[in-house]
């Protein structure tokens, strides 16, 4: 799973369900299950909505050293992301039903500051996709339940960095890369009782080919006019960035004694994350590989029935790491994480309820090396303080 727009490089896909991101392949009881599972949908007796808002705060402190020098330097970093979504679902009969959703947003990046002694290789770079997911549903019997849906994404890439420009200051480098993929994704429910029930969710990799002009500015006459004249600048990038494939496995229980509890398991095929087929104009980049490995996720999560209208909720997610620590540069610094997660729905007439959940997440220290780097050779370092808080507010009618 890949969390957008983490401060300094760590990343996860966007679901929301329950406190730290559970409850999601199985439970299928508001219209979020669109996305999560879209083979959820046939539980729906009747039209229903499901609105979210999620506000993450981020904080980092990388610590790094640069060769030949013996103190270290700090580069402090925070912000907040927000992420809104709204799930729909439509009875059509007793055995279809159609949905329209958000899809997951997802995506990876680091950013850090203008001075830092690396800003020639990168200041900031990311690569997002957001999109929407029209699903059907069909139920077979009052057991099994299939869901398919499209994945119709926007792929965004942006990077900036400085530019040498000696004796001149700093001249600046800002590309912004954009296009559309297409994906699918299957869902299957199987209900082995009223309460226990068991979902699955395959979804294809996508891919996009994003393209974009880049800026080039507050370069010295002297260094500019030669690449203008020689068609260096100004040329349109293409690229093809890759989405990978996952499969999410997921079981919930009601114990009938106020407790119920889900467990779910993500395979993220990490391993083909990519951005390829690099061309600036009519020239093709070779660029170096990097060793990214698949990806595991785990969560656990429980309620607690307080009272008919009230429930507490819990949960529990560990993210593997998508890159060995000593393949890790200063463009992939993305770390194992854990997140833990409490919040409270409350039941209100007509079918309709409110949850609110809070969730810590600790995104790992990121140790790095790179080297190569122009000016000063190589730096290493490693994130003091990475961390997240996200503050969820949930809707269902």
């Given at each position: 799973m890949i969390l957008l727009g983490l401060s300094v490089g760590v990343s996860s896909k966007v679901m929301a369900a329950g406190p730290a991101f559970t409850g999601l392949a199985a439970k299928a009881d508001t219209a979020e299950t669109v996305y999560l599972n879209p083979a959820g949908m046939s539980r729906m007796k009747e039209t229903t909505w499901h609105g979210n808002v999620q506000v993450m705060y981020t904080e980092s402190s990388t610590e790094f050293t640069v060769q030949g020098q013996s103190s270290k330097q700090v580069i402090k970093d925070d912000g907040f992301i927000f992420l809104p979504g709204i799930y729909y679902v439509k009875p059509l009969n007793d055995s279809w039903a159609f949905g329209i959703g958000p899809n997951a947003a997802s995506g990876l990046?680091?950013?850090?500051?203008?001075?830092?002694?690396?800003?020639y290789l990168v200041k900031e770079w990311s690569q997002f996709t957001v999109g929407i997911v029209p699903s059907l549903s069909y139920r077979f019997n009052n057991k099994l339940s299939i869901g398919l849906s499209l994945s119709l994404n926007y792929s965004n890439f942006t990077l900036e960095k400085a530019l040498l420009d000696t004796?001149?200051?700093?001249?600046?480098?800002e590309l912004e890369a954009d296009g559309f993929g297409i994906g699918g994704n299957l869902g299957l429910l199987y209900e082995l009782s009223s309460r226990t029930r068991f979902?699955?969710?395959?979804?294809?990799?996508v891919e996009a080919d994003n393209?974009?002009?880049?800026?080039?500015?507050?370069?010295?006459?002297a260094t500019k006019n030669p690449l203008a004249a020689s068609g260096a600048l100004y040329q349109e990038i293409?690229?093809?960035?890759?989405?990978p494939q996952s499969i999410l496995v997921g079981v919930f229980h009601d114990f009938n004694n106020r407790w119920t509890m889900s467990m779910d398991v993500l395979w993220l095929d990490f391993s083909e994350w990519d951005i390829d087929n690099i061309t600036i104009g009519s020239t093709t980049i070779t660029k170096d590989s990097t060793a990214y490995q698949d990806i595991w996720g785990f969560s656990a999560g429980t309620t607690y029935a307080l009272h008919p209208d009230w429930q507490l909720r819990s949960g529990f997610l560990y993210i593997s790491s998508g890159i060995e620590d000593e393949d890790r540069t200063a463009f992939s610094r993305f770390d194992a994480f854990w997140a833990i997660g409490a919040g409270v729905e409350h039941a209100l007439r007509n079918n309709r309820s409110l949850a609110v959940d809070i969730s810590y997440f600790?995104?790992?220290?990121g140790e790095f090396s790179v080297s190569n780097v122009p000016v000063v050779n190589s730096i290493s370092g490693e994130y003091d303080t990475n961390y997240g808080i996200l503050l969820g507010v949930s809707y269902s009618w």
């Open positions: 990046g680091t950013t850090y500051n203008d001075t830092w002694p690396g800003r004796p001149e200051p700093d001249g600046h480098f979902g699955i969710v395959y979804r294809s990799d393209e974009g002009t880049p800026e080039v500015t507050n370069l010295s006459p293409s690229m093809d960035t890759i989405t600790q995104f790992g220290d």
